[in-house]
Nanobody, 115 residues
Framework: QVQLVESGGGFVQPGGSLRLSCAAS????????MGWYRQAPGKERELVAT???????NYADSVKGRFTISRDNSKNTVYLQMNSLKPEDTAVYYC?????????WGQGTQVAVSS
């Protein structure tokens, strides 16, 4: 069982930055992979970035070069650094953990980008 708690969302102007955190209730050392997904109003939930237990990362094309995913095993936390934010980044951001064979989701944190 893994509980995930996201934080760090908020309101920011275009071009600004935010750092999201996803704190897990247990050690993330052995979690197969963790990731960030987002869902905008009226749209499907989509992948933003993932990171494996070995540290390999993967990003959606729309965020490459602007977002960085990282993990701190000592704090059981995964981060998403978001720079150069755009209005189209507005969404609820969810943390996901895959500990085979189960998948766990956090409750989400709202990010709003607007002038």
């Amino acid at each position: 069982q893994v509980q995930l708690v996201e934080s760090g969302g908020g309101f920011v102007q275009p071009g600004g930055s935010l750092r999201l955190s996803c704190a897990a209730s247990r050690s993330i050392f052995s979690i197969n992979y963790m990731g960030w997904y987002r869902q905008a109003p009226g749209k499907e939930r989509e992948l933003v970035a993932t990171i494996t237990s070995g540290g390999s990362t993967n990003y959606a094309d729309s965020v490459k070069g602007r977002f960085t995913i990282s993990r701190d095993n000592s704090k059981n936390t995964v981060y998403l650094q978001m720079n150069s934010l755009k209005p189209e980044d507005t969404a609820v951001y969810y943390c996901k953990a895959v500990l085979l064979p189960r998948v766990y989701w956090g409750q989400g944190t709202q990010v709003a980008v607007s002038s």
